[in-house]
């Protein structure tokens, strides 16, 4: 059964970055057809979508994130790994990752504060 965690800092500073990474278990982020995705959910919002990896190694971003956010990945920690710049309290969010063949992250709170 696939797996899928996310971690990183619960806490981050205005005009930061965020950083967070999602871990794979139970399968291969090189798998073919696996597209791993990056969404939030702000406190009272709907989800957004950020953007994916794509199991060639190449993202893809919403255009809402494009100019302030990267996706890369380490395939020997079977990991991807989201950067999002200039962070401000509007970036306050649940943030998951999923694969919709596999299921979703539990989640993990991100909340930016100074």
């Known amino acids: 059964q696939v797996q899928l965690q996310e971690s990183g800092p619960g806490l981050v500073k205005p005009s930061q970055t965020l950083s967070l990474t999602c871990t794979v278990f139970?399968?291969?982020?090189?798998?073919?057809?696996?597209?791993l995705h990056w969404m939030r959910q702000p406190p009272g919002k709907g989800l957004e979508w950020i953007g994916y990896m794509r199991y060639t190694g190449s993202p893809l971003y919403s255009p809402s994130f494009s100019s302030r956010t990267s996706i890369s990945r380490d395939t020997s920690k079977n990991q991807i790994t989201l950067q999002l710049t200039s962070v401000s309290p509007e970036d306050t969010a649940v943030y998951y990752c999923?694969?919709?063949?596999?299921?979703w992250g539990q989640g993990t709170l991100v909340t930016v504060s100074s």
């Open positions: 999923a694969e919709w063949g596999s299921g």
């Open positions: 139970g399968g291969s982020i090189t798998t073919i057809n696996y597209y």
